[in-house]
Each structure stands twice: as structure tokens, then as C-alpha cells.
């Protein structure tokens, strides 16, 4: 399989890349364009995407571009340890309740040049990655 990967518009926390000439806006400029243009998530959801994705690629000892399938498992681990039992409940009120979601999240930032993708990136890299029941409650089913 192709590893289909995006980028974020930071690579690290010293080193913001340079908006180009046509847009020259903030983070939360973007993202105040995005939730205008589409209210299905909470702007915390975006934010944590965006952490998860710092988490991955900090996890993966690299940064840069991480496949789809590899930010969904960077994605799970980093909402355990941030949010535990209360990872679902809170993931639910934020609108993420499947995979599909977080992809939707990374095209949303991505149509709005907040993030970055490679000609092979699709939405559809996003399509049944894990339950979220089972990814965010079971861990703590006794």
C-alpha cells in the first residue's frame, strides 16, 4: 500500500512554515473560515486533531508526512492518555464519532491550506480505521 501522508503547517514548535503571499492568516483565522463553512465539529476537535497529529509524528520519531491509518492509531493513543475513561463522552460532544470524522477534520484543514496533503492523500484513507466505542470505552470496561 501507498503510505498516504500529510503535513502539518508547523513542523515543530520553533519552526512555523511561512504562509505563502495569498495566505497570510492565522490558525485560528482558518479555522473560524472552516467552522462558517462547516459546523459539524467543535473547534477543540480541531485543535486536538492537530495535537494528535504533533503526538504522531513526536511518537514516530520523525516529522513531516504520516499516513492516514498512522495518525488514526496516533490519534487513539494520544485521546487515551489526554482524556481516559472520559475520552468517548468527550470526543462525542466535540462531533467525532468515527475515524471518518477525523478525516473529514484533516480535509477541512487541508481545503483551507492549514495542513498540507500528497497527491496520493484521500479522505477515504480514513474509512474504517477502528470502532470508536471500542477504541475509547472498552480500554476501561472492567
Same mark, same amino acid.
Given at each position: ?5 500529510? %503535513? *502539518?503547517?508547523?513542523?515543530? @514548535?520553533?519552526?512555523?512554515?511561512? *504562509? ?6 492565522? /490558525? ?7 467552522? #462558517?463553512? =462547516? *459546523? ?12 494528535a497529529l504533533a ?8 516529522? &513531516?508526512?504520516?499516513? &492516514?491509518?498512522?495518525?488514526?492509531? $496516533?490519534? #487513539? +493513543?494520544?485521546?487515551? #492518555?489526554? /482524556?481516559?475513561?472520559?475520552? #468517548? ?5 466535540? $462531533? ?6 477525523? $478525516? @473529514?477534520?484533516? /480535509? @477541512?484543514?487541508? %481545503?483551507?491550506?492549514?495542513? +498540507? +496533503?500528497?497527491?496520493? =492523500? ?6 474504517? $480505521?477502528? =470502532?470508536?466505542? %471500542?477504541?475509547? %470505552?472498552?480500554?476501561?470496561? *472492567?
Amino acid at each position: 500500500m501507498v503510505a498516504d501522508q500529510i %503535513e *502539518p503547517r508547523t513542523m515543530s @514548535n520553533e519552526t512555523p512554515i511561512e *504562509p505563502t503571499s495569498e495566505e497570510h492568516r492565522s /490558525f485560528a483565522e482558518g479555522l473560524d473560515e472552516i467552522l #462558517r463553512a =462547516d *459546523p459539524r465539529y467543535e473547534r477543540e476537535a480541531y485543535t486536538l486533531v492537530m495535537e494528535a497529529l504533533a503526538f504522531t509524528c513526536q511518537d514516530l520519531v520523525r516529522e &513531516g508526512h504520516v499516513s &492516514g491509518q498512522e495518525l488514526l492509531l $496516533g490519534f #487513539r +493513543k494520544y485521546v487515551l #492518555r489526554e /482524556f481516559g475513561p472520559m475520552a #468517548r463522552i468527550t470526543l462525542s460532544e466535540w $462531533g467525532l464519532n468515527r475515524c471518518e470524522d477525523v $478525516g @473529514n477534520i484533516v /480535509f @477541512n484543514l487541508v %481545503e483551507h491550506r492549514l495542513l +498540507k +496533503k500528497t497527491e496520493q =492523500d484521500s479522505v477515504e484513507d480514513f474509512a474504517g $480505521g477502528y =470502532d470508536f466505542c %471500542e477504541a475509547f %470505552e472498552a480500554p476501561y470496561v *472492567p
